[in-house]
């Protein structure tokens, strides 16, 4: 973990559903990621959330696969992130080689200067 501090699980589940995310995912040797604006918490015991994405999206066969997913609060005022996540992608380029990253218990890339990050498991699809 880097040395600044990130929220714990139940003050970043405080932050659902306010917020943007970049939603990503890691399966044998690919990642990849997406914006996402709905993010919902479920439950808080245990705590789950529930994420709306279009289908398509070329990281859905990465979460079905891995069937894990992180997802990263992250400034809306952050212009390389939003320009990493919202423009279109030659296939097979990965969005966070030009960002600092951490993996976490799932092995999902989280972005590091993000202000908060949930490391999530599929519980259902």
């Known amino acids: 973990m880097s040395d600044r501090r990130l929220l714990d699980a139940l003050d970043a589940l405080a932050c659902v559903p306010t917020g ?15 914006l996402v604006r709905w993010v919902q918490q479920c439950a808080s015991e245990p705590p789950l959330i529930g994420v709306a994405l279009l289908k398509g999206h070329a990281i ?5 696969d891995s069937r ?3 997802l990263s609060l992250i400034d809306a005022n952050d212009k390389l992130v939003l320009r990493q996540f919202t423009e279109p992608r030659r296939a097979n380029e990965d969005p966070f ?7 976490l ?3 999902s890339p989280i972005i ?14």
């Open 20 to 34: 943007l995310y970049v939603m990503s995912s890691a399966f044998e040797g690919k990642r990849n990621g997406v």
């Open 97 to 103: 080689d030009c960002l600092p990253v951490e993996t």
């Open 105 to 107: 218990v799932t092995g």
């Open 60 to 64: 859905n066969p990465i979460i079905r």
């Open 112 to 125: 590091r200067r993000s202000i908060a990050a949930l490391d999530c498991e599929v519980v259902r699809h």
């Open 68 to 70: 894990r997913f992180g």
